[in-house]
């Protein structure tokens, strides 16, 4: 079993990958080949924040990299995120950038 998960950049790109039962959104890009940022893999560094759009998703492990507000406000971390519906996600690294601003701007 798998799902449908389509991702949206802020650019106007869109794709689609079918993300396995048990797979991380994270791991389905990887095997795909999509360039969907990432970086510690287990919820705490927040690089692969998306947000959540349309559809169901659980994380897997806990979103330490998130505030309770931001998951409140749909935003997931994708490297311990698996699909339970299909889903549409925004992504890329302007998503981050929603929830740390930059200080050095």
């Not at 449908?4 to 079918?18: F, I, N, P, Q, S």
């Not at 959540?52 to 998703?57: A, F, I």
């Not at 505030?67 to 549409?88: F, I, M, N, Q, T």
């Not at 929603?98 to 200080?103: K, R």
């Amino acid at each position: 079993m798998s799902h449908t998960v389509t991702l949206e950049w802020r650019d106007g790109r869109e794709t689609t990958v079918d993300v396995r039962e048990s797979e991380t959104v994270i791991d389905a890009t990887e095997r795909a080949g999509l360039g969907v940022p990432y970086g510690c893999l287990y919820g705490a560094c927040a690089t692969c924040t998306g947000r959540l759009l349309e559809g169901d998703l659980a994380h897997v492990e806990r979103p330490r990299g998130l505030k309770p507000d931001h998951r409140l406000e749909g935003y997931v971390l994708l490297c311990v995120a698996e699909p339970r519906s299909d889903c549409r996600i925004e992504v890329g690294a302007e998503i981050q950038a929603d929830l740390v601003p930059n200080p050095w701007k």
